[in-house]
């Protein structure tokens, strides 16, 4: 267990709204990551963040913003929701030799 | 960027079979790992693995990084096997990891 917790696990919102999904993790690491996971596609990087007020983009970022205020938190925000947005999100972090990577337990978003 | 591709797509396997499957990448790389994503659509890490071979229980994996590839073994399969297995790697020092397409192993009684 690597102590992360995604909320909400589950949503629905309509087009055009705004979302923010949260990780939260109690382990203290430094290296945080958020996925989404789209049929065909497997899992694919939106952000990342690497200590507090420091993030990067992934492969997918557009449309998307995080922030990290706190080592514990890794906000992920949809300003204006779409369709195409409909996905599974993943928060992880890394760890040990490696950057071993460990995952949340995802969180299902349905746009509408 | 780097190409991940796994093989097969699918497989369906009787309890008690062995299955190795398979992961391809384009470049090299200093990091990859392998993933097991069950039917519930929790991802477990299972092998930290950028070179040689390792084992856990039932499970070993092998990557030959000089010829690009990454080999999953299964023995004995069981039900609970059953569901997603991704490969990721990456080149970099931030762990961003790009994941293969999966294969889906469905283990039947």
């Known amino acids: 267990d690597a102590g992360i917790t995604q909320s909400p696990r589950h949503k629905v919102t309509e087009t055009g709204t705004p979302v923010t999904l949260r990780c939260h993790q109690t382990?203290?690491?430094?290296?945080m990551y958020w996925y989404r996971q789209d049929p065909g596609h497997g899992l694919r990087l939106i952000h990342y963040?690497?200590?507090?007020?420091?993030?990067d983009k992934g492969e997918v970022s557009d449309g998307y913003s995080v922030s990290r205020s706190k080592t514990e938190d890794f906000l992920l925000t949809l300003e204006s929701a779409t369709s195409s947005q409909t996905s599974v999100y993943f928060c992880?972090?890394?760890?040990?030799?490696?950057?071993?990577?460990?995952f949340g337990e995802g969180s299902w978003l349905t746009v509408v | 960027g780097i190409q991940v591709e796994q093989s097969p797509p699918d497989l369906i396997l009787q309890e008690g079979a062995n299955s190795t499957l398979r992961c391809n990448f384009s470049?090299?790389?200093?990091?990859l790992q392998w993933f097991h994503q069950n039917p519930w659509g929790q991802l477990i890490n299972l092998f930290y693995?950028?070179?040689g071979t390792k084992q856990n229980g039932r499970l070993s994996a092998t990557t030959v990084a000089t010829e690009r590839y990454s080999l999953l073994y299964i023995s004995s399969s069981q039900t609970t096997d059953s569901g997603v297995y991704f490969c990721?790697?990456?080149?970099?020092?931030?762990?961003?990891?790009?994941f293969g397409t999966g294969t889906r192993l469905q283990v039947t009684l």
């Open positions: 992880a972090i890394s760890r040990g030799s490696g950057n071993t990577i460990y």
């Open positions: 382990e203290n690491h430094r290296y």
């Open positions: 963040s690497y200590g507090v007020k420091d993030t």
């Open positions: 470049d090299s790389v200093n990091n």
């Open positions: 693995i950028p070179s």
């Open positions: 990721a790697v990456h080149t970099g020092t931030a762990s961003k990891l790009t």
